[in-house]
């Protein structure tokens, strides 16, 4: 098992290149089994998630090859095989399987999905839509059966606005007989990206993007060549990367209107930002000024950039607040910020951060993705040496991310753990 360490304080400058959205690429995968022909999907990150999905499509019985970053999926030998353990219960989104395999194969038993533990995080929007489309629903030891005669489109209002649940009935009612309306749907652009995708595949689709999405469905689909968009919260860790430690970086492969909020938020701080089609440009603030979040749906503040922007504010003048309005539990990085003399404390849904302080060195503990990406840019903007351990959270969302850091100037690399350290995170 590996750990990161990370010399902070070095300037950062020059250019960081994006690679494909994680949030799209683990329903884009998943998606490919509703096809009848080969699909290809380009420009894929090179992150655990994509591999594991890539191992699950091949234990349905299809032939996926993958070099670099792109990935060519034959589902046409694809059966409805029961995945009710194993690696379904590594990564949350393997709750896209269900989707695409009730309505490619009518049936589908799944575990209950893992990933990143930030509060409850029920799917009853998804079972919801699922039952709305004709399927049996039930949960039996951990795992979910669905079995659907047939699929019938419906008119299914999401009382949460849930990405997941969208794509997730999306996948289903595509083939589907007749026409399924999701009113409160996400707005996310991972869910146009899916509605790309199938689209491309023959699906009939309207209105991804917006809270109201039709679809009409097809009794088939075939193969197609897609490629992915941007990861829009990769993109964001970067620009705080070079608000937080840069002299100027560049960040390359992004559209920047998906990340209107952080760059609204950004230039709140004082922080120089440039932007052109695909690039955002980072300059230092000589001093930053605390500012106030609240994380809400698409296109508001996202959730997933609340922790990285938390260690950032840690270094602006004045009280800033963070709240998350999406999970309740999110605030696991705030423990060992404060390892690393950050003054925050947390008040329910609330993160409390006073600043500006200098950031020491410490051994802290990743204990999810984004807070992984949060422990990161503290260690970069701290003084001495950290360590950080639960390497495993940041490889499932970052591709080639100590590449990327050095690339930019920064000291960064792997390190094997010691046994001891191995027996003291167990007993931690
Ligand atoms: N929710 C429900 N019922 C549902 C679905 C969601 O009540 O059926 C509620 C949850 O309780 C929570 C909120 O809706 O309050 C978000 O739920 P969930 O974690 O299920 O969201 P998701 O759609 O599965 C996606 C991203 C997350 C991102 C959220 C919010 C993927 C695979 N995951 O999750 O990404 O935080 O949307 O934008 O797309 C990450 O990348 O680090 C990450 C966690």
Not at 114 to 135: T, V
Not at 344 to 355: H, M, Q
Not at 362 to 379: F, H, N, T, Y
């Amino acid at each position: 098992m590996e750990k990161l360490m990370i010399a902070g304080g070095y300037p950062l400058k020059g250019t960081v290149r994006i690679s494909g959205a994680k949030n799209s690429a683990v329903a884009l995968i998943p998606a490919t089994i509703l096809a009848e022909s080969p699909v290809t999907i380009e420009g894929l990150p090179d992150i655990s998630d994509v591999q594991i999905l890539k191992d699950l499509l091949e234990e349905i019985g299809g032939t996926v090859e993958f070099s670099e970053n792109d990935m060519t999926v034959d589902p046409s030998s694809m059966i409805s095989m029961p995945l009710p353990n194993g690696k379904v219960k590594k990564l949350r989104a393997s709750y896209y399987l269900m989707g695409a395999m009730l309505g490619r194969f009518k049936k589908a038993v799944i575990g209950l999905p893992g990933g990143c533990h930030l509060g409850p995080r029920p799917i009853d929007q998804h079972i919801k839509g699922f039952e709305a489309l004709g399927a049996r629903v039930t949960n039996e030891q951990g795992a979910i059966y669905l079995r659907a005669d047939e699929l019938r489109g419906a008119r299914i209002y999401l009382d949460v606005v849930s990405v997941g649940a969208t794509i997730n009935i999306m996948l289903a009612a595509v083939r589907a007989k007749g026409r399924t309306i999701i009113e409160n749907a996400a707005k996310e652009p991972e869910i146009i990206d899916v509605a790309t995708l199938l689209t491309n595949m023959g699906a009939k689709i309207k209105g991804a993007g917006t809270d109201v999405i039709r679809i009409d469905g097809v009794d088939q689909l075939h193969g197609c060549q897609h490629t992915i968009i941007p990861d829009r919260i990769e993109a964001g860790t970067y620009m705080i990367v070079g608000a937080a430690a840069g002299e100027g970086v560049l960040i390359d492969n992004v559209i920047p209107h998906h990340l209107e909020s952080l760059i609204a938020k950004l230039r709140e701080m004082g922080v120089q930002i440039e932007t052109n089609d695909d690039q955002v440009f980072v300059g230092r603030a000589e001093k930053m000024k605390a500012v106030d979040i609240k994380t809400l749906v698409y296109p508001g503040f996202p959730t997933d950039l609340q922790q990285p922007l938390t260690s950032l504010l840690t270094g602006a003048e004045g009280t800033s607040m963070v709240t998350d309005t999406i999970y309740s539990a999110r605030f696991k990085h705030i423990d060992e910020l404060r390892r690393m003399n950050a003054n925050i404390k947390v008040e329910g849904r609330s993160a409390i951060i006073n600043g500006p302080i200098q950031l020491q060195g410490a051994k802290v503990k990743a204990s999810d993705l984004r807070a992984g990406a949060a422990l990161v840019i503290a260690g970069l903007m701290a003084e001495g040496v950290t360590e950080v351990t639960g390497l495993e959270h940041i490889d499932r969302g970052y591709s080639h991310l100590v590449e990327k850091l050095n690339g930019l100037g920064a000291t960064i690399w792997r390190e094997e753990m010691s046994k001891e350290e191995m027996e003291q995170m167990k007993n931690a």
